[in-house]
């Protein structure tokens, strides 16, 4: 991790009443990272994201950005974000130049004007709607806008806040490799419950469940928080019982099982290794030995989305087995 912190959280709460929205929240990201922030909806991001650019107050806790505590300097701190909430604060009845030239003066931005607008304009792709009204373009085009308006003042950290719901496949394939070309000069912090978007920009995943976080892990790396083994799908041509046999002796191996699929003169069988066990090499050096022609061998249930569901499922599970321990010494 990068040793500069551009932005720290400790110990957050956010609390309604008897209700937490965050509960001891804590976590850095290095200056020049891209961090997903990930968690089913009520999860608590879009409230971690508020207190983090200023728009909402803790109960308790600290959050800071560029060393700056957003609630003992919120203008300072301020100008070192660019915000893109999940509805883009734009005003229909400007045009796009009219609506960034006043969100230039709002910032009260101190670069030059014409040079610093125009490179965003050119940046977002708004070129060709740039004297339209705001009220008369695309949704995928006021999201543009709503994230050229995030870069106006050129802030060292760009949060997200689900930045493509609603939009058409080909203008998310926009909006993420947007995402990729900002990263190379600023920290992006992307909000979402949308598990194909980190995939695609973020090197780093934050996941938060009921107001607390379950995971952080680089996302790559993420498997490795999940007890059990990876699981592989393998298609072989050969005997039925003497593969599966073999299988099941290989360094590694938990279990195997035939799914009773075929394709061509192959069966499918799934296995299942042992925590950390990556056991691909060895099934290739078996059959090669063997002369049992593999037709296909892919990783099952180590995808994101499964990850997630397993994370925030074991998540639920530690909650209700707390709970259930609660009433049991109240009785």
């Not at 960034?100 to 977002?124: N, P, W, Y």
């Not at 090197?203 to 469940?209: C, L, P, S, T, Y």
């Not at 394709?263 to 296995?271: C, E, G, N, T």
Request: hydrophobic fraction near 35%; include cysteine; charged fraction near 25%.
């Amino acid at each position: 991790m990068p040793s500069i912190k551009m932005v720290k959280v400790e110990n957050l709460v956010k609390r309604y009443g008897q209700n937490y929205a965050l509960n001891d929240v804590s976590f850095e990201i290095g200056e020049g990272e891209v961090v997903g922030l990930l968690g089913p909806n009520g999860a608590g991001k879009s409230t971690t994201m508020n207190i983090l650019t200023g728009y909402l107050s803790s109960t308790s806790g600290r959050a800071s950005v560029g060393g700056i505590d957003i609630l003992e300097d919120p203008i300072e701190a301020k100008r070192l974000i660019g915000f893109l909430p999940e509805q883009p604060p734009v005003y229909g009845d400007m045009t796009v130049e009219e609506y960034l030239d006043f969100v230039f003066d709002l910032k009260g931005c101190t670069l030059d004007r014409t040079s610093h607008l125009e490179g965003i304009i050119a940046s977002v792709k708004l070129g060709d709607v740039r004297r339209r009204l705001i009220a008369n373009l695309s949704k995928g085009y006021k999201q543009r806008v709503g994230i050229a308006q995030a870069l106006v003042g050129d802030p060292k950290l760009i949060v997200f806040d689900e930045p493509t719901v609603g939009l058409d496949p080909k203008q998310i394939l926009e909006v993420r490799n947007l995402i990729r070309t900002l990263s190379k000069n600023h920290t992006v912090i992307l909000s979402t419950h949308i598990l194909a978007e980190v995939q695609a920009v973020c090197e780093r995943v934050i996941i938060i469940n009921q107001g607390k976080i379950i995971a952080d892990e680089k996302t790559q790396e993420l498997t490795r928080t999940i007890e059990e083994g990876y699981h592989y799908q393998v298609k072989i041509c050969g005997p039925q019982r003497d593969v599966l046999a073999a299988l099941s002796k290989l360094h590694g191996v938990k279990n195997v099982v035939a799914t009773g699929e075929r394709d061509a003169d192959s069966y499918a069988y799934v296995i299942e290794t042992l925590k950390g066990a990556d056991v691909r090499k060895a099934v290739f050096s078996l059959c090669q030995t063997k002369s049992w022609p593999i037709l296909g061998l892919c990783p099952t249930g180590t995808d994101l989305e499964s990850i997630f569901i397993r994370l925030v499922d074991k998540s639920n599970g530690a909650d209700d087995a707390s709970d259930t321990k609660q009433k049991r010494r109240a009785h």
